[in-house]
């Protein structure tokens, strides 16, 4: 079973930066798309950034492009975003989560595609 690890949230100035991080085990990580999701207070899960399973392709929500980066270490089995210039309107906790399916070229977007979720990592960004 695919166990997914978040680290790297805390607090933040805004226009600072972070960098999260998703460790992974259970499953070969190179073989499955990464995506990451953040949910704030009284709003539903959101889109961040997605990454196919071997780095060649990536994909943001508007929000964020230009801003975050999503990468990934297949030889350490972990996902990380880093995150630039935060705004006031990205704090959340901060998910990762692996594609049900193996292999796929792309950057997957839908939530309904992954799986398997991490536990989340706090994100607050102080104006």
């Known amino acids: 079973q695919v166990q997914l690890v978040e680290s790297g949230g805390g607090l933040v100035q805004a226009g600072g930066s972070l960098r999260l991080s998703c460790a992974v085990s259970?499953?070969?990580?190179?073989?499955?798309?990464m995506g990451w999701f953040r949910q704030a207070p009284g709003k539903e899960r959101e889109f961040v950034a997605a990454i196919s399973y071997n780095g060649g392709s990536t994909s943001y929500a508007d929000s964020v492009e230009g801003r975050f980066t999503i990468s990934r270490d297949n030889a350490k089995n972990t996902v990380y975003l880093q995150m630039n210039s935060l705004k006031p309107e990205d704090p959340a906790v901060y998910y990762c989560?692996?594609?049900?399916?193996?292999?796929?070229?792309?950057?997957?977007?839908?939530?309904?595609?992954?799986?398997?979720w991490g536990q989340g990592t706090q994100v607050t960004v102080s104006s």
């Open positions: 989560a692996a594609d049900r399916l193996s292999y796929s070229r792309l950057a997957v977007t839908t939530a309904t595609r992954y799986g398997a």
């Open positions: 259970g499953r070969t990580f190179s073989s499955f798309a």
